[in-house]
């Protein structure tokens, strides 16, 4: 008999302020963080800064 592995992901993330000038928050809620990174873009695709999450609220430097 055949199986189908079904691997779904249910992951809510709220990131804000929107606009932001100082800090951005990312908030992972009760998410498994073993394997969750960010990675931030600019405007143009250019990456900016990419780094494993460590806890289920993360704040990000934007002021650079």
Same mark, same amino acid.
């Given at each position: 008999? $055949? *199986? =189908?592995?079904?691997?779904?992901?249910? $992951? +809510?993330?709220?990131?804000y %302020?929107? %606009?932001?000038?100082?800090? #951005?928050? #990312?908030? =992972? *809620?009760? @998410?498994?963080l073993? @394997? $969750?990174?960010f990675? #931030?873009?600019d =405007? @143009?695709?250019k #990456?900016? +800064?990419s &780094? &494993?999450i460590k806890?289920? =609220?993360e704040?990000i430097?934007? +002021?650079?």
């Open positions: 008999m $055949l *199986g =189908i592995d079904n691997h779904a992901i249910n $992951l +809510e993330v709220s990131a %302020p929107n %606009p932001t000038t100082n800090y #951005l928050t #990312l908030n =992972i *809620g009760n @998410t498994a073993s @394997t $969750l990174n990675k #931030l873009y =405007i @143009t695709g #990456l900016i +800064e &780094k &494993k806890s289920s =609220i704040t430097d934007m +002021e650079n």
